[in-house]
């Protein structure tokens, strides 16, 4: 998994994970983001595979979680914090 912060924005790139990992990642990700963090941008891909975008787009639950945004991009969902 590979994270970058850009000001109010981290990016997590989760290619390559398996879903249960990537899910345990992501909460432990979103639970230490800062208050001055106000959106996560996972990049899970889609073309082997649907598993890691369903999980992020469905499964994928946290008090911190304001609403979930398909991007543009395909293998990309935004997750806004409040």
């Excluded at 889609?46 to 293998?75: E, F, Q, W």
Aim: glycine share 8%; with cysteine; net charge positive.
């Amino acid at each position: 998994m590979l994270i970058s912060k850009q000001g109010s924005i981290i990016e997590v790139d989760i290619h390559g994970m398996r879903t249960d990992e990537a899910m345990r990642q992501l909460e432990f990700v979103i639970s230490r983001a800062g208050t001055q963090v106000r959106e996560i941008v996972v990049i899970h891909g889609y073309s082997h595979g649907h598993a890691l975008m369903d999980m992020v787009r469905t499964s994928l639950h946290h008090p911190r979680i304001s609403c979930k945004l398909p991007s543009l991009n395909a293998g990309k969902t935004r997750i806004l914090l409040k």
